[in-house]
């Protein structure tokens, strides 16, 4: 399965793709040389890898009360207190995870909610396994009124080859446990930030792989 966030890539990728076969199959037919026969392997291994980035792979989702489930894929490089100066302009909790040009890209909700704020700032596109880039890259802000009365703050962050933010949800909407909220294209980081003083009982740790809407990040106590 293939999301529809990658639709206007795969469409050019699939263009380009047959007509470099096409010019390719000219010039070896022209000049009867193997080497332009050998070069339809590029666009080919080309078309493949962007099919393979945008793919959607099923997911069940397996929610209990409390829980905060990853919002993407990726490795966990963080789980500390930072600023969040958009939404909770203050100290918060946070986890951060880097999402490499392998990991599905497909982002989801970490919990249940409503959004209620959605801003996005232009920034550089740092290496996002830098720590710089967690303040200096391109981002965008989606926060939520999670069901259990507590704010959260979901961050998508570029990369240095995420030159495109997609952000699949507006102001208003009722968001579900792993519901898909966007995505960042080709390597990036997803963040989650919760009131500092929130009981939050972290089930990760640094350098752990993750999957959206599946793996438990935490679960928040007496969040009833």
Known sequence: ?????????????????ILFFVIFMFLYQKTGRPLFKYLNVVPLLLLLFTLFFFRDPPRKIVYRDCEILAPCDGF???IDTAEEPYYFKGRARRVSIFMTMFDVHV???PTGGRVVFIEHHKGQFINAQKEESLIRNENNIIALETDYGFPLVIKQIAGVFARRIVCGVKVGDTLKPGQKIGMVKFGSRGEIYLPEDIDFDVSVKKGQHVKAGVTVLGRIKNCR
């Not at 293939?2 to 793709?17: A, D």
């Open 1 to 17: 399965m293939l999301t529809p966030y990658g639709k206007r890539e795969i469409i050019l990728v699939l263009i380009l793709s």
């Open 76 to 78: 966990v490089t963080h």
């Open 107 to 109: 982002q989801r909700s």
